[in-house]
Nanobody, 130 residues
Framework: QVQLLESGGGSVQAGGSLELSCAVS????????VGWFRQTPGKEREGVAV????????VVAPSVKGRFTVSQDKAKNTAFLHLNNLKPEDTALYYC???????????????????????WGPGTQVTVTS
């Protein structure tokens, strides 16, 4: 059974950067993907990025494109979310999640739906101060 664990969250000033890690244990199908999401209290969970396991294809949501990037180290079974030029509105609990089928990881307009993902990590908090 796949398990995911996020790390790397913390407090940073606006304009700063963070790198979040998602350590994956268990077997990930070649057709799988890892998604990154964030959520603040009272708001719906928002998909921010996806990386496909097979070829490392990346999708970044329009809301964070140009500031966030995603990568993976397949040898370490770890996915990364790189957060740059952070803003106070980026403050949230950040999650990674796995989907075993590449179909449905992201829509054609680059929206990423939390309901498409099967297995979730517990999250890591990112706080951006002004």
């Amino acid at each position: 059974q796949v398990q995911l664990l996020e790390s790397g969250g913390g407090s940073v000033q606006a304009g700063g950067s963070l790198e979040l890690s998602c350590a994956v244990s268990g077997y990930m199908y070649p057709s799988s993907c890892v998604g990154w999401f964030r959520q603040t209290p009272g708001k719906e969970r928002e998909g921010v990025a996806v990386i496909y396991n097979r070829y490392g294809t990346k999708v970044v949501a329009p809301s964070v494109k140009g500031r966030f990037t995603v990568s993976q180290d397949k040898a370490k079974n770890t996915a990364f979310l790189h957060l740059n030029n952070l803003k106070p509105e980026d403050t949230a609990l950040y999650y990674c999640a796995a989907r075993m089928s590449a179909i449905g990881c992201a829509a054609s307009d680059d929206t990423i739906s939390p309901s498409s993902f099967d297995t979730w990590g517990p999250g890591t908090q990112v706080t951006v101060t002004s």
